[in-house]
């Protein structure tokens, strides 16, 4: 678990919204109080002047304005150096994604698609044997990440059965999105490099119905503005624009 000591305002909101943004595991600490039981590594600014020698924690510095690399420090001395990173991602218009060393969960996003891609690099940058494992459901949207992750180890991988039933108290789509990915991460896919995919009249029936909706019914973008929609290459309010130009 990863423990933030810090008297630095600034720093500690930085460092905990990042934590927070990537679902990690982590608590909070006044410098000079004991640390708790299960701290593995400690946050804190160098004018802290924090040390831990006998608890045997790792240790990181850092500030407000690179508490983001930080935070992925920190992160990366909590998987250690033996374990694999896999990312699993489970698509959609904002996918599940899910980081595991070896089979503990590390972080977990559930983020728009347009980034996605990003999200995916910052985790596996200076992983050399990193692997990212994609769903193969909603396959237009697969179908991007994958073509965006050209120098990335990606498997394609069946997801029939990934998505979990929540129970009581656990709601959320988000949630079910994060699940689904780590349940990805942890089957074995095929290798790909590229997805080529054509949307079908149905998905190009709903973006066309999804432009009228956001235009109150003043306009409906045509077959291939929709198509191109589909595929990623631009979105409904793009198409819109380039419409209502045309």
């Known amino acids: ?66 508490a983001r690399e930080g935070v992925a420090e920190a992160m990366g001395l909590l998987r250690g150096d033996d374990a ?15 980081v595991l060393s070896g089979d503990t969960v590390v972080t977990a ?12 690099r910052g985790e596996v940058a200076g ?4 692997l990212v494992r994609v769903g193969d459901g909603a396959r237009l949207h697969g179908a991007r990440l994958v073509n965006e992750l050209e120098d990335v180890a990606v498997e394609l991988v069946d997801e029939t059965g990934t998505t979990p039933s929540l129970g009581t108290g656990a709601t959320g789509k988000g949630m079910a999105d994060v699940l689904a990915a780590v349940n990805i991460a942890r089957m074995e896919g095929e290798p790909v490099e590229t997805r080529d995919v054509e949307p079908t009249p149905g998905e ?21 503005l929709a198509r191109r929609v589909a595929l990623g290459e631009l979105t409904v309010s793009d198409a819109l624009a380039t419409h209502r130009e045309e």
């Not at 943004?21 to 006044?30: G, I, K, L, P, S």
């Not at 992983?127 to 990193?130: G, K, L, R, S």
């Not at 999804?210 to 003043?218: N, Y």
């Open 84 to 98: 694999r990173t896999v990312v699993g991602v489970d698509p959609g218009e904002r996918p599940g994604i899910a």
């Open 204 to 224: 190009i029936q709903r973006v066309q119905n999804r432009s009228r909706e956001l235009s109150d019914g003043d306009r409906t973008i045509d077959a291939d």
């Open 127 to 130: 992983e050399p044997d990193a």
């Open 1 to 66: 678990m990863i423990v933030v000591v810090t008297s630095d305002f600034a720093l500690y909101h930085a460092a905990v919204s990042e934590l927070r943004d990537r679902a990690a595991t982590f608590t909070t600490a006044e410098p000079g109080e004991p640390l708790p039981e299960r701290a593995e590594v400690v946050l804190s600014a160098a004018e802290d002047g924090v040390s831990y020698p006998e608890a045997g924690v790792e240790h990181v510095t850092t500030t407000a304005d690179t």
């Open 109 to 120: 996003y559930h983020v728009p698609l347009s980034e996605a891609v990003d999200t995916v």
